[in-house]
């Protein structure tokens, strides 16, 4: 028998060497029973550090009803459903539930009310009590419940009394720093006409009033403990009696400025200052110092930037009569068009320097970049003072700016169908692109931007595009459609290889997982567009429409299959070789960039160049006196109802997004590897296979371009040459693929050009109330996804389907059961690479919607095939594209340690009716196997496979066993030498080679030992039997 260990305020777990009635750990923790509620700044319980184990609770058994949340000690108590058992010996499994509250729904998470999850929990009734086999939580704040008692409050004890007592003051609230001030002879002055020094203060609400109370203040500068200058002692004060305010001298934030200052609080009572005191409690933050701003700006919507400024965020003393500090702002004085030039900010306060006499601050002023034909401008930039009396530089007014913005005309440049690419200038036939590879589509001259593709052989017709990736500055995004096999099924992928987004560069993905819009800081911006090629029933590729506009700023600095953009159409094709090339393959195979050299191999380097975290640019409109600010240099019409940064994975996902995670199957793209080639056309003949000729597919393609939903709006517009590309390049793939199946792209192709030529017009637009453009509804907000796939009527941007067809953009039959083509990584998962809690299957008919669901069932894992047992689970699922749905599944068997083998059988579900077949999905420890989709494993060479775990030649056990492969690959092998060998080494690596001297990778010996030398360079051994070195097992010895 043993007495239960308790002790307050922390888990105690204490080992018992027996079964499982007698071999279990204890956990004795009186605040996990039902009846207590943690209050505001308690530190919640959590087990998701909890090793896997059977287990006794000291103060009761688990709760078989629902417990609230914020009860046993945490946010999410954890409670049994079903009945403990009864009969002394037996066991039970019952289902532990996770409950999240009343204000989550369920459904989200495949459970149900008070049980939103769940994992399987072993009872077992030792007599007496219960033991419980647990795992760890699933996240924090989530613990297990025990025992209904009533027990003290955190920071209370009840020892040796019958009533709880505080062991220190609680306080209720977190501390508070106010904004500085500077103390002008006791007194506290916030104006910048102060004399005296700076202080931070720091406040406690705690009430006054109570005695024998304390307070411990100390400081902290971005999460470090502020020290006195010279010493490692932290700058502090105790504060007692009624005393609830602490503050800073500001010769302690000497060369801390530009950080996050926060105080923090421990209380205690005044007469035991060396007895218990509270858990630190952290205040608000204070981020003190001076922010600058330093973007590339300018007056010219292709110029160069102008500068004027500075802000502090504490008060800057005035210990002189005649300098002072002010806060300024800068207003538009004057301007037809408050939003036709930027500054970094509206607001300044400004610094003053006793030595100069001058303020110092810098205001960037950029014109622009509107995407629209509103001429040339002239601006009056004005700056004012706050008001601060008793100062002599009350009223003070810096010199008003007049500023003349010159305005440009942009570009736009579309690679539609296989691909057929309507360059910059517009005004040459468009480019055939036959060749396979990876090409450089469009690149500035003068700044970090380009757009690289990848063109591959689209099954039996001409190549087309398959990827794209495009670069502005530190923003990297690539979208990937590319087989790695052939008439492999491929889902578009959308990754961001150079890290998270800068903040000004905004992703925003249409809800059909087809189409995505990404606006860059400069004003470019990328429309890409993805579909599905299906001929005969067995060819199925997918390819990529491109869609580029590009900002002024690369006026005659352009280059790429787009085109110069220089205003001369007549140089169009000039090679990357510097020569003109009237031959379109001559000219695109000059683009054709080496393998291992695109951005696809090889990411560009992020440079702090190209940072621009800081940017701001904000129109400061004096008529309405609003400040508007963004992280974009331009004023992109679409990109005005858009601009949100991709939000990271939480749930589920659109296309688009960060996944959030690294649990994912990364494929290898085996086709950018191949040698470029090209592609020629044979010569087509006048009558198709199935009987079309040049005729008809002229019709055709007239016909579905003039229904185009913008073509009416447009017909006026448009040059009649550039809709007669348009129809001549869909002519000519209706004549190859003897099909209509790329004539929604060059819809799609007219509606975009009929958008850009609207909003161009500056007269297209209305003002809003704050003074700001308005596009035109028809072509932006009524626009449809992807012509509703011409199966379905467009209304006010909504796609009203044909019977029979559903989705946003009509794509998908009713009653269709989706079709699963594969799992990424070929449904194979290794943990030594990942989680493989996330499984992305690829299939078609997928819509986005609640309907959207995974389910999975378990198989036993036997020999070579799968035995399938248990029932069926739904989990959660994300829409990654129309191609592709990822699904989460609970820690395997093998994440755990419990096996080496586990397999779960695929679904997915549209409609949350009909469920699509099954397909493997196999997670195993690859440190020492290879396995198949069929669940067949083979044990690797020099590993074993000992108690379910896979173990590395010489890894010990603690217990004079280790894995030797050679003797036996399934069982601890044991020798004399184990001993010997872990007595003399310290480490298996890290220490000078004495065979070699330059290396530093052999064992570091201790008790006087000697190393082996070449022959087993990692362990040491008694100096006197170095001639056996050969002899001895490779040992890891790692202390």
Known sequence: MFSPIIKHLFNVVVTVVADECTSYSIISENHRSTLFEPEGNDKLLCDRALPSNWYRFTNGEMPTSCVPTFHCGTQVPVWLNGQLPKVQGSKVTLQACYNYGKGVDPGTYGGSTCCHISQQVQVKNCGHFNVYHLARTMACPMAYCAGDSRVCPIGQSNIASHNCTELYPKMTHSPVIGDPYVDSGGTKCYTCGCTGNVKFPCHIPYPKGVPNVAFEVTWTVNGVPLTYPGTHHPVGQNLTGDERDATLEEIYMRGHLDTELRCEVRSYYANNYNGPKSDTLKSNSFWAGIRKHNNSITVDEKGDEQEITLESTVPIPCNSAVIRSCLFEVEMGFSSDPYDISTSTCEYELKCDNTTHKYSTTVKVVATRDFVKDGDQQHVLAFRPLFRPNSMWDGYNISSIQIRSKDRSHATCSAVSDPHVIQVEHNKKPVNIFNVGNLVLYKSKVRPFEVQITNWPCGSYSPCICAVAAREGNDYIQIDMCAKTRNQLSAPEVTYPSGPLTGGTTVDPEKNGKTLHIHFPSGASLMVSAALLTRNGKEKDGYLNVYLKVPTDDIGNSEGICGTYDGNPNNDRLGSDGLQHPSAIDFANSWLIPPKYSFFENPPLQSTAYNHNDANYCQCDNATSQAICTKSKASNPLAQNTGKKPRRHIGTFRWGQPRGHQDYAKETGIRRYA????????????????????????????????????????????????????????????????????????????????????????????????????????????????????????????CKCQTGYIGDDCSVQSGVTPVVSRIRGGGLCDVRDRKCMKVQVIAEHLIAGPNLKCRYKKAEVGGSRLSPYGSYFDVPASFTSFLEVECSLPESAVLIKDSTRDAFLMSVTADGILYSAEHTFLVYDGLCQNCNISGHCTLKANTCLIDRECRREGEQNGDGGYCDPHADPYGWSRSSAATEINHYTASGSGCQCGYDQVKFDCACCTNNGCQCGYTNPHICINCDHMTSCSTYPEIIVAR
């Not at 017909?715 to 004549?735: F, H, N, R």
Request: aromatic share 4%; net charge neutral; proline share 5%.
């Open 675 to 798: 040698k470029p080639e090209i592609h020629r056309r044979k010569q087509r003949a006048a009558v198709t296979r199935s009987g079309m000729t040049e005729e008809m597919a002229r019709k055709t393609c007239t016909d579905d371009i003039r229904q185009a939903t913008l073509f009416t709006r447009c017909q006026s517009l448009l040059p009649s040459v550039m809709v007669e590309k348009y129809i001549g390049a869909c002519v000519e793939d209706m004549m190859i693929a003897d099909s209509d199946i790329f004539n929604i792209g060059y819809m799609n192709a007219i509606d975009f050009e009929c958008q850009d030529t609207v909003l161009r017009d500056v007269h297209n637009y209305a003002i809003g109330p704050d003074r700001k453009r308005i596009p035109p509804a028809d072509v932006t907000t009524h626009l449809c996804p992807n012509q509703c796939n011409r199966r379905g009527l467009c209304q006010q941007g909504v």
